[in-house]
């Protein structure tokens, strides 16, 4: 018997798409990831940009030629607070797409290292010391332009973007006590202020 278990959150469809963007554009934060892969070429091919938020989490595919305009528009609203964990390569990828870099971000590995943390701390042990929840990174070298992507590769992908929100609040109630919680927003987005940066290639296969 085939396996027939559908895929949890993946958007394929330029209407299915629309429709988790409408759905969560009322909302004033989201949570932000990318997949994507460098095999070939210095330059980033976007395979997947997660989303979530307090209405709905969604994995959208981006190689099947779909209209992305409401995903770009809610990306680069500047209303909308965005928060990445190690923001840098996600930016980068939407710069080489759209031309421009999204306001209003938090990067979770820069707060973190606000609080004391190594500034190259990883988003598994921040989400264990902060909300003790243990997650994988098994998928990590996963090839992400191959189709059809199976289950463990989307519970992957959707696994860290989940909790950004809840770790941006563990980390924004801990920099306020400290004062410090606008030096995080500062620091995020100084991140590429240098456009020559995006296109280093001593740093593209990092």
């Known amino acids: 018997m ?12 330029e209407d299915s798409i629309n429709n988790f963007v409408s759905k969560i554009s009322s909302t004033n934060t989201i949570g932000l990831d990318t997949e994507f892969v460098r095999i070939r070429t210095y330059y980033p091919k976007l395979c997947l940009v997660q989303i979530s938020s307090n209405l709905g989490t969604g994995c959208i595919d981006c190689l099947q030629r779909n209209n992305l305009n409401k995903v770009w528009q809610l990306i680069f609203n500047p209303n909308k607070l965005k928060i990445f964990h190690s923001a840098r390569q996600d930016l980068e990828i939407l710069f080489l797409i759209k031309g421009q ?11 973190a290292a606000l609080l004391g943390y190594p500034p190259q701390v990883g988003i598994k042990q921040l989400l264990k010391d902060e909300l003790n929840i243990e997650i994988s990174k098994t998928e990590t070298r996963s090839d992400w332009s191959k189709r059809p992507l199976d289950l463990k590769q ?5 696994e860290d973007v989940n909790h950004l929100l809840n770790l941006h609040n563990a980390l924004k109630n801990k920099l306020k006590e400290k004062e410090r919680y606008l030096w995080a927003m500062e620091d995020s987005s100084r991140i590429l202020t240098n456009e020559k940066e995006l296109f280093n290639p001593d740093s593209a296969w990092k």
């Open 2 to 13: 085939h396996n027939t278990q559908k895929l949890p959150n993946i958007l394929e469809t």
């Open 154 to 158: 989307i519970e992957y992908a959707l």
């Open 101 to 111: 870099i999204p306001e209003n971000i938090f990067d979770t590995q820069i707060a």
